[in-house]
């Protein structure tokens, strides 16, 4: 796409049905009013090249596990569910709707570089590749080294598009202009901060884990979708939304409190009235949850 409003149109009334149907309702749903570019890029992507074949299972949100679905059309994908990928880690092809509304608040451009930290089966790098097209470039990290292959072999034919099987707390490797995590963590990593590039934007689940002790695998008991964005004067915050997502791994011990003192954060509410990211600085003002070295803020930065 090269990103006209006219194109971007176009492109859409081309779409089959079933995409165009799906990717209004998911604007909708995330409450879009207006955004061409995700609209043509949700329907021109075909969902069913990267779930996998049949028979899918679609994870229960109500807590009931996976449940096998009883047809072999795709057409059954075009809706807002969760479409498991590694069901024994409780890896799934995520809500779209959810990321409908993060993209959304990113404003990807053409030619923007963005890395996709936690890219799966790459369903949702595809949509990063349509928005920033063939002038922009994807790096797509994946920590599992089996969804990386299948990412890879999903995604070759976009040439704007490089997937890595490597541990996200290395990358990106140099600025990049948006940064995109589909994990949680309990802390902004240094590298992501460190690396947006001027007027860059970052969203991640900032959360706690379900259990301490729960294994190598986990969801998350708190979390929201944090948006960071690097301004001239400071870095801007905000949270989203309220999410659950799957607990990102690291053998980086959790200092002491950390669980503890987000937890409290969470449960005092306050999350709507974050207004920056305090990043090696000292506490100046009052704060959602903070650290030695950085902390949400009520302050505009």
Do not use: C
């Not at 860059?200 to 960071?228: C, K, N, Q, V, W």
Request: net charge negative; no cysteine.
């Amino acid at each position: 796409m090269n990103g006209s409003l006219k194109d971007d149109r176009v492109n859409f009334e081309s779409e089959p049905t079933h995409r165009r149907l799906y990717a209004l309702q998911l604007l909708a749903k995330a409450g879009i009013d207006s955004n061409d570019r995700l609209l043509a890029a949700f329907a021109r992507v075909a969902r069913e090249d990267y779930v996998g074949p049949p028979p899918w299972l679609f994870d229960d949100v109500f807590g009931g596990g996976y449940r096998p679905v009883a047809s072999t059309d795709p057409i059954v994908l075009y809706q807002d569910v969760l479409v498991g990928l590694l069901t024994e880690k409780g890896i799934n092809n995520g809500s779209p709707s959810l990321h409908a509304a993060a993209f959304d608040a990113l404003k990807i451009r053409e030619g923007e570089t963005v890395v996709h930290m936690g890219a799966g089966a790459g369903y949702y790098t595809a949509i990063i590749a349509e928005l920033v097209g063939p002038s922009g470039r994807v790096v797509a990290v994946e920590y599992d080294a089996s969804l990386a292959q299948r990412a890879k072999a999903n995604l070759a034919s976009y040439g704007n598009v490089e997937v890595v099987n490597g541990d996200a707390f290395d990358w990106p490797r140099e600025e990049a202009d948006v940064i995109y995590a589909n994990f949680a963590l309990d802390h902004p990593p240094e590298t992501w901060i460190e690396r947006l590039a001027p007027h860059g934007r970052l969203i991640f689940p900032l959360g706690i884990p379900a259990l301490e002790d729960s294994g190598r695998y986990g969801f998350t008991r708190h979390a929201g979708y944090l948006m960071i964005d690097l301004r001239a004067q400071g870095f801007g915050a905000r949270f989203l939304q309220i999410v659950s997502f799957i607990w990102g791994e690291s053998g980086k011990p959790v200092p002491a409190g950390r669980h503890a003192g987000l937890e409290a954060a969470f449960r005092a509410r306050g999350l709507r009235k974050v207004r920056s990211l305090r990043w090696k600085t000292e506490a100046a003002g009052k704060e959602w949850y903070g650290e030695e070295d950085w902390g949400l803020s009520f302050e505009e930065p």
